[in-house]
């Protein structure tokens, strides 16, 4: 953990420096692509003046990234996050450098030439892969990398929205897939020093701050639960809509190259009919907020924006999730708060914390990132409310995320469910078989050798001696061996076992520690001895095991009444 830490210092600073490159890079291709200047100053596309060019400008971002990702690397293409989550699960945490440098570079093409993404997945792509190369150049094991690769990951994000509370609960929710001090730490301080830098490279404060009011009361939690519940319905409809056009795209009779500039077509069309739609789109989501926004806009903002992403993401190009996530969930809520107390920015804030949660089975990290992204961390308990109803809805209406989807049409399942593994919860003396058959340590190879011959009920018994204590194991394995060995055939089974044969565990042993045990000797059955007396107690087997995943499992589904509703609470003297 300490190691890890270390080296998250390194890590944190290098995600932060990712993300600083990554916000100049887009906005050097936005000043090429749309004012035909070199610059690195910020702009906004919608201050353009190219006229029918609206169309063909993201065409031509969209050829150089299927140019890019066929003769560079196809990991390039998709949100980033789950690509980052299949590395972490199947390719050992490692991230090639050219990944690395492609991600970034092809997600500023895209963002720049009008492609309605936002810059949280690419940087945590990037920032992933810097953990990722950081970690190659040590000698690691694939858990360590996999902190550090997150930690990168969670530095890149905290850098850009200035949100360090939701990247680590973002990490811990989406990309660790465990709780551990070894992972939690690091990407903690990875976090952290990456907060330290954004002032310097980045700015410092909210990044969308807006003037209201939290209302308070019984109301306003009904109504962030009515908001929850609206926004996880989008957020099935965005996820089920995005997988039907990407199986569109699949169908297409050309090579996938050239679907990013097919989805462009609609990319641009859509730009002709409100310039707001096209890129990371940070000024819209700050005037939802403001409520500045005329219903009509709102609405045009909702449906375009949905259009030309769903279309535009599902053709594979590169580019993130959660900017245009914070649109339209921000969108529906803006709608719904004309008719709520606090205003339409207000109920807009609500609406993101739920469709973020509902989209990325990220309920925790959807509350707080809303909170932080406009410093009204008052408004947690109504933030909570409609990440937790929105989540609600997601789960019951969609198999998975709109991140893991596209993971398990790769033929991989990925569940986003934490539970503490049975076999830690148990102990040895809980299942092991009783006052197991022993063979004496007298007893001879030669007859040893007939025992088994003849039948034995099990492939390895416990050797003890005269007071029952473990002298070691012998199997089916050893006495075939001995036929052809060369002990004598008298010699007795005391004398001929080694130390090498002393398996064993206690009473107190949790039986995550007897699996590994016969994972690593491949012995499958492990004698359970009291400590001192070495006295043989009992005996756990693979099947015992099983015992613990059959009990787990009793406990989730098995149901049982104890006390009947039509029971009479006894009578007491008045």
Not at 82 to 106: D, F, H
Not at 128 to 154: D, M, N, P
């Amino acid at each position: 953990m300490l190691m890890l830490a270390a080296m998250a210092l390194v890590v944190g600073t290098g995600g932060a420096l990712g993300a600083w490159i990554l916000i100049r890079l887009i906005a050097i291709a936005t000043n090429l692509f749309w004012f035909g200047r070199l610059s690195a100053q910020s702009v906004s596309i919608t201050d353009t003046t190219v006229g029918l060019w609206i169309i063909a400008i993201p065409i031509i971002g969209s050829l150089i990234v299927g140019l890019m990702a066929r003769y560079g690397s196809d990991k390039i293409r998709g949100h980033g996050i789950p690509e980052a989550i299949e590395t972490i699960l199947y390719g050992e945490s490692r991230l090639s450098l050219k990944v690395a440098i492609l991600k970034p570079l092809s997600s500023a093409v895209s963002i720049g030439s009008g492609g309605p993404f936002g810059a949280e997945g690419p940087i945590i792509m990037t920032g992933g892969a810097i953990g990722s190369l950081f970690a190659q150049c040590f000698h690691l094991s694939a858990a360590e990398r996999k902190t550090l690769l997150v930690a990168g990951a969670a530095a890149g994000m905290t850098a850009i929205f200035g949100t360090p509370l939701a990247a680590i609960l973002l990490a811990i929710e989406v990309l660790l897939f465990e709780w551990k001090p070894r992972s939690f730490v690091p990407v903690v301080v990875g976090v952290i020093v990456a907060f330290a830098w954004r002032p310097w490279l980045i700015g410092s404060g909210a990044m969308f701050p807006f003037v209201a009011l939290t209302p308070t009361g019984l109301w306003p939690i009904a109504a962030a639960a009515g908001v929850g519940i609206v926004v996880g319905l989008e957020a099935a409809l965005l996820s089920t809509s995005l997988y039907r056009v990407e199986d569109l795209f699949h169908r297409l009779p050309v090579h996938w190259m050239w679907w990013p500039a097919i989805g462009a077509i609609v990319v641009g069309f859509g730009g002709l009919i409100d310039a707001h739609v096209l890129g990371a789109g940070y000024q819209s989501i700050q005037a939802l907020l403001d409520g500045s926004l005329t219903t009509r806009v709102v609405v045009a903002l909702l449906v375009v924006k949905a259009v030309v992403w769903l279309v535009a993401l599902g053709s594979g190009t590169s580019g993130g999730v959660l900017a245009p996530l914070l649109i339209l969930g921000g969108a529906a809520g803006c709608l719904l708060g004309h008719l709520l107390p606090g205003g339409p920015g207000f109920w807009a804030m609500i609406g993101m914390a739920g469709i973020m949660s509902g989209a990325m089975r990220a309920p925790i990290t959807g509350a707080l990132f809303a909170a932080e992204l406009t410093g009204h961390f008052d408004a947690l308990p109504l933030t909570v409310t409609a990440a937790a109803c929105a989540y609600a809805v997601s789960v019951l209406l969609m198999r998975r995320s709109i991140l893991t989807e596209k993971i398990a049409r790769r033929g991989r399942h990925i569940l986003q469910e934490y539970s503490v593994d049975p076999l830690d919860l148990v102990q040895a003396a809980q299942l092991m078989t009783r006052d197991p058959a022993t063979l004496p340590g007298t007893m001879t190879i030669a007859t040893a050798a007939t025992f088994f011959a003849d039948g034995a009920d099990h492939r390895s018994y416990p050797v003890v001696d005269d007071d029952n204590a473990l002298l070691g194991l012998v199997s089916r394995t050893d006495a075939l061996r001995w036929q052809v060995g060369e002990h004598p055939a008298d010699t007795s089974l005391a004398e001929t076992l080694s130390d090498a044969s002393l398996l064993v565990a206690y009473p107190a042993t949790p039986i995550g520690v007897v699996a590994d045990l016969m994972v690593d000797s491949g012995v499958g059955r492990i004698p359970i001895v009291e400590p001192g007396s070495r006295r043989v107690v009992g005996i756990l087997s693979r099947q015992d095991l099983l015992k613990a995943r059959s009990a787990h499992r009793q406990s989730e589904t098995g149901r049982a009444r104890f006390v009947s509703p039509s029971s009479k609470a006894p009578e007491t003297a008045l």
